[in-house]
């Protein structure tokens, strides 16, 4: 983990997973604070919210923390401006490829790019434009997804681009023993988010914990894209009737894309709203029914709520014995 330690300024290469209305202030400074490294979810902020919430998460730690920006928002400059303004070290661009002049201004800024390479032609690209270090995230991870596996994007991508730059490794990771098996691999980190969901110190809504600590990884099923052209990034969440009502509203803006009353980009972040509302439904309102329940296939390994620090302390220890026990033969 060194390497990635090194570049994250962390204890430990253990990213958290920037999940809107769960990573904010509270769960990202003790996430840092336990020695790993807490990521902000500015999700649909206005550049005001997220400037209040860097402040707010700076008067609750001394240690590095990110901000996760999604590339479709469309203040993007002005929130990239905004963690100028507080000297945040390290951006995470989500939500696609970054537009043009997006990693230039942030690298300006002072601060390292981290982007998501859901596929090998991607990381190379990113590469090629100046990205500091890049997360590839299999399908079983909670949220957007991609169509591939964790375990086969590790094998086609680590072997090519490790040397490069830091690699984290994301999706599906519930125990230190997959995390000492990426590292081997030639991973520089790991990035986990639902594991922390049910940690004391995130403010999810009790009934939203008790959902994850009941449920098992097959609750975790991706959307359905109802229409093919309307370019809908598939989501992971525990199944409810939300996971029908976002079935009708892919029809409702479907059908709105057909009518012409909107264009393609609003299509899109109609959609992206729909899943910040019923996101916070579930995560602040304490609506597990119609609210959105996004979570990874590793929720099956969420049985109880406990502080971050016992969470790493558990994933360190279980890491530590599978490497310990592999250098024994």
């Not at 790993?36 to 400037?51: E, H, R, S, Y």
């Not at 000492?180 to 030639?186: I, Q, R, S, T, V």
């Not at 600590?213 to 009737?241: H, T």
Request: proline fraction near 4%; hydrophobic fraction near 50%; aromatic fraction near 4%.
């Amino acid at each position: 983990m060194a390497r990635g330690a090194e570049f994250l300024g962390a204890e430990y290469a253990i990213l958290a997973g920037a999940m809107s209305w769960v990573s904010e202030r509270n769960l990202v400074a003790a996430m840092s604070n336990a020695g790993g490294f807490g990521v902000i979810a500015c999700g649909a902020m206005t550049p005001a919210l997220l400037d209040a919430e860097i402040a707010g998460t700076k008067a609750l730690t001394q240690k590095p923390f990110g901000v996760n920006l999604i590339t479709m928002h469309p203040d993007l400059d002005a929130l990239i401006d905004v963690c100028a303004k507080h000297r945040v070290g390290h951006v995470v661009l989500a939500g696609g490829l970054p537009p043009g002049g997006a990693i230039e201004k942030i690298k300006a800024g002072g601060a390292k790019v981290i982007c998501f390479a859901p596929a090998l032609a991607l990381a190379k690209k990113l590469i090629r434009s100046g990205v500091d270090a890049l997360v590839i995230e299999g399908m079983e991870a909670g949220g957007h997804i991609g169509p591939v596996s964790t375990s086969v994007l590790a094998q086609e991508m680590l072997p090519e681009i490790a040397d490069k730059l830091p690699v984290f490794v994301a999706g599906g990771i519930g125990r230190g023993e997959a995390i000492a098996g990426y590292l081997e691999m030639g991973a520089a980190g790991v990035q986990l988010g639902t594991r922390f969901v049910c940690a004391t110190e995130s403010i999810a809504h009790p009934n939203f914990k008790k959902a994850f600590i009941r449920a098992s990884a097959r609750d975790a099923v991706a959307s359905v894209q109802i229409d093919p052209r309307l370019p809908v990034i598939p989501v992971r969440a525990l199944k409810n009737a939300g996971s029908d009502a976002f079935t009708a509203k892919q029809r409702e803006v479907a059908q709105a894309l057909d009518e012409g009353r909107v264009a393609m980009a609003e299509a899109q972040l109609q959609i992206e709203h729909y899943w910040a509302g019923a996101l916070r439904r579930a995560v602040i309102e304490g609506d597990v029914e119609q609210g959105s329940l996004m979570a990874g296939q590793s929720v099956g390994m969420v049985t109880k709520e406990e502080p971050v620090s016992e969470i790493i302390e558990t994933l360190l220890a279980q890491a530590s014995a599978a490497l310990a026990g592999r250098s024994s033969f």
